[in-house]
């Protein structure tokens, strides 16, 4: 089952990062002022990098498996209801 967590990530990753250098080459190749490229570029980078965290985290919550421990089971203490 791990071994289809890893081709999920592995896909989700190459996607995003095609994604990625797409645009900054059709920002490079698109006819404008340099300034106005470098300023894209930034935002882009910026956005990218939180947006990957975001997805990053959210995988690693997905990925994490999900078990009971010991510390949260009952042992039949005085309890008040």
């Known amino acids: 089952m791990s071994t289809n967590n890893d081709n999920a990530a592995a896909a989700v990753i190459a996607f995003v990062s095609g994604a990625v250098i797409g645009v900054a080459a059709a920002l490079l190749l698109a006819p404008a002022p340099g300034r106005e490229v470098r300023e894209k570029l930034s935002d882009l980078g910026e956005?990218?990098?939180?947006?990957?965290?975001?997805?990053?985290?959210?995988?690693?919550?997905?990925?994490?498996?999900?078990?009971?421990?010991?510390?949260?089971?009952?042992?039949?203490g005085d309890a008040w209801i």
């Open 47 to 76: 956005n990218a990098a939180e947006k990957m965290k975001r997805l990053a985290r959210e995988a690693k919550f997905k990925v994490t498996p999900r078990t009971k421990t010991e510390g949260y089971q009952y042992d039949g």
